[in-house]
């Protein structure tokens, strides 16, 4: 085979699955487009690197076959589980609690209350303790590499590997910019009472699926 084309479908390869990794629809993807509709495109998005970062983690694991770090959170499943419920849980609930837009949390004098431009470092951290707390992202990501395997090797060099997994991350990265940009397409024909509305509403969300994933775990633990 063409030794241009092998890189080429290595790159696409990897930018495919890093969309398809990052693309369901999720507390993660809510947390970002709520994030853009409130504070901005940029805001969100960057929230959207903390979970992009989160699938660089596990790229890495899966592209280079870190088979200890692989084991080691299989083996931790119930408690990320957990966090992940609590992180959830913890989030949604201070979402609905806080649902009214910046454009009116305002003090008397007219200047902006302090927090009312999103606590970003939080959102970074928070969209990355999600996804590196789910085991079955690193799951996806296996499966896909090892699917991919079966057309290109990618592990025939480091630097083959390292490319591909790059290009993975970059695919998650893609993803982020492209919800972030149409979601900001439609900030400013939002009213602010429909987007006080939508928080509220994207705040159970998230928290519901919390308690979702928080008594699945223990399901688990107590039944199976």
Same mark, same amino acid.
Request: hydrophobic share 55%; net charge neutral; glycine share 10%.
């Given at each position: ?22 693309a369901p629809l999720g507390p993660v993807n809510l ?94 951290? /928070? @969209?990355?303790? #999600?996804?590196?707390? $789910?085991? !079955? ?8 590499? +090892? ?15 390292l490319i591909f997994v790059l290009a993975a991350v ?20 939002? /009213? @602010?009472?429909? #987007?006080?509305?939508? $928080?509220? !509403? ?8 919390? +308690? ?8 688990n633990r107590v039944f199976a």
């Amino acid at each position: 085979m063409n030794e241009g084309l092998d890189w080429l479908t290595l790159i696409a390869g990897g930018l495919i699955i890093g969309v398809i990794a990052a693309a369901p629809l999720g507390p993660v993807n809510l947390i970002c487009i709520r994030r853009t509709l409130s504070y901005g495109q940029l805001n969100g998005f960057l929230a959207g690197m903390g979970a992009a970062m989160g699938d660089a983690v596990f790229a890495f694991i899966a592209g280079f076959g870190v088979k200890w770090l692989f084991d080691a959170i299989e083996n931790m499943q119930l408690v990320l589980q957990l966090i992940c419920a609590t992180i959830l849980i913890a989030y949604g609930w201070r979402v609905f609690m806080h649902a009214t837009p910046p454009e009116i949390m305002r003090n008397p004098d007219g200047s902006i209350q302090r927090g009312s431009v999103g606590d970003l470092a939080a959102a970074v951290v /928070s @969209t990355f303790a #999600l996804t590196v707390t $789910n085991p !079955a992202t690193l799951v996806g990501f296996v499966t896909f590499f +090892a699917a991919f395997r079966e057309v290109v090797d990618y592990q025939s060099s480091y630097p083959a590997t390292l490319i591909f997994v790059l290009a993975a991350v970059g695919g998650s990265i893609l993803w982020w910019a492209m919800v972030t940009a149409i979601a900001g397409t439609f900030r400013k024909s939002i /009213s @602010t009472d429909t #987007l006080r509305r939508m $928080n509220m !509403a994207s705040g159970l969300l998230i928290a519901a699926t919390g +308690a979702v994933l928080l008594g699945y775990a223990i399901w688990n633990r107590v039944f199976a």
